[in-house]
């Protein structure tokens, strides 16, 4: 019998050696940046009863599923690194966190889109329904989180200890992986990236016809929401869609090629991973009247002078006066 008649085992040691030092440096700036940010503005929202509007709401809930993210890193860290040794339960309810967060994230980011789209592009008819908004918005972050946890059912269901590690799939052929990552790429990023492009290239149009002081600083501003979100996910999701393809035509017996897709899809999930600390600074931080409150939570807490807080906030706090319900500026997202 001719040896080479038997399949040759696939080494991934340098994969393991460069997850090794990779995932641990990148989760754990993601994790810091992710947990200091998040808590920020909900400590902020919190503290100043800042739910007065459906872009706080909305704000205030996408922190929330953005910490819940930034939450389970150190165990997915630990999954990549080693042998999963937390058991079955820790192992499901990760797996399942780290779904109902994405997808909840991934939706709200959605909502707000649409929300700024009717406060600027339909500016008349919103503020007409305006004393609805914040009941809207509560419900609809409701069905947000209750449409997350359903799409997260096959990971509660499927995910289990294969091979000493946390996964729902049980082989790199496995079917169930083609259905669940198709499902997550129409889903969490094919959908929100139509209505994203919809509503905020609808925005970008109103607000090129207006002569508003803020017009420039306001598409800067939505340039940077769509820049992160494509520099973000559109990486990991065509690596993504790329190994669909290669796991649904039954896997590849090219080794190198096996590693270099893992490599990418390592790569790319840790800058996707970014989504959850960038979000705060993109999403709030760079309103007028959230940056203030900020300042002044730091001031209250002690962590800031009142000579340096009023230094940082002199002349700032009268331009956003006529907006003190908002807590991003007229055309921020």
Request: glycine share 2%; with cysteine.
């Amino acid at each position: 019998m001719c040896y080479e008649d038997f399949p040759s085992l696939c080494v991934k040691e340098s994969n393991r050696h460069f997850r090794l030092w990779f995932m641990s440096i990148f989760f754990t700036i993601i994790c810091f940046l992710g947990l200091t940010g998040n808590l920020l503005v909900i400590l902020t929202s919190c503290y100043f009863k800042r739910l007065k509007t459906m872009t706080d709401v909305y704000l205030f809930n996408l922190a929330f599923a953005d910490l819940l993210f930034a939450l389970s890193l150190p165990f997915w860290a630990a999954n990549s690194m080693a042998e999963w040794v937390l058991g079955p339960l820790v192992c499901k309810a990760m797996h399942t966190i780290y779904k109902v967060s994405f997808y909840s994230s991934m939706f709200l980011l959605c909502f707000i889109s649409v929300d700024r789209y009717f406060a600027i592009s339909k500016a008349v008819s919103a503020h007409r329904h305006r004393s609805q908004a914040v009941f809207l918005s509560k419900v609809s972050s409701a069905i947000i989180w209750v449409m997350a946890l359903i799409f997260s059912i096959p990971e509660m269901t499927y995910t289990t200890i294969n091979n000493n590690t946390c996964t729902p799939y049980t082989s790199n052929n496995d079917q169930l992986r083609v259905s669940l990552q198709a499902s997550q790429i129409v889903l969490a990023f094919a959908l929100p990236l139509l209505i994203m492009s919809f509503c905020y290239s609808s925005i970008v149009k109103t607000l090129c016809q207006a002569r508003n002081f803020e017009r420039n600083k306001a598409i800067k501003v939505i340039l940077a929401v769509v820049a992160v979100f494509l520099v973000c996910q559109v990486p990991y999701n065509l690596v993504l869609f790329w190994s669909t393809v290669v796991t649904a035509e039954g896997g590849t017996e090219d080794c190198n090629y096996e590693n270099i897709l893992l490599y990418a899809t390592d790569v790319t999930q840790c800058v996707a991973f970014l989504r959850c600390c960038l979000n705060p600074f993109v999403y709030a931080f760079i309103g007028v009247k959230f940056r203030y409150d900020l300042l002044k939570l730091l001031k209250d807490l002690g962590c800031m002078s009142r000579e340096r807080f009023f230094k940082y906030t002199c002349g700032r706090r009268r331009s956003s006066a006529a907006n003190d319900t908002e807590t991003t500026t007229t055309f921020s997202p």
